[in-house]
């Protein structure tokens, strides 16, 4: 089993940027695919981001690639989502995920997932 924790949500400006991080807990964080998810009010939880377990694959949704920049340091048990040029539709609760094998979009096959934190764009 693995713990997250995510951390570096908050309130910014359109074109503005956040950091966020996600620590996990436990020795295997290695062995997981991480993923970022994102859920506004109203809405169906969905997909932004993920890696894979070594660093060298990312994947990203439509609507944040070229602003959102998945990364992860093992040695550290942490993994990032910078995210710049934010905009208003960017405001949600932001959730941080991992898997062993699955690393696809759908959010109801990810088996860990943090407690979320709040990302506020205002116009």
């Known amino acids: 089993q693995v713990q997250l924790v995510e951390s570096g949500g908050g309130l910014v400006q359109a074109g503005g940027s956040l950091r966020l991080s996600c620590a996990a807990s436990?020795?295997?964080?290695?062995?997981?695919?991480m993923g970022w998810f994102r859920q506004a009010p109203g809405k169906e939880r969905e997909f932004v981001a993920r890696i894979s377990w070594n660093g060298i694959s990312t994947y990203y949704a439509d609507s944040v690639k070229g602003r959102f920049t998945i990364s992860r340091d093992n040695a550290k048990n942490t993994v990032y989502l910078q995210m710049n040029s934010l905009k208003p539709g960017d405001t949600a609760v932001y959730y941080c995920?991992?898997?062993?094998?699955?690393?696809?979009?759908?959010?109801?096959?990810?088996?860990?997932w943090g407690q979320g934190t709040q990302v506020t764009v205002s116009s």
């Open positions: 436990g020795r295997t964080f290695s062995r997981y695919i």
């Open positions: 995920a991992a898997n062993t094998t699955y690393s696809g979009t759908n959010y109801y096959e990810w088996d860990y």
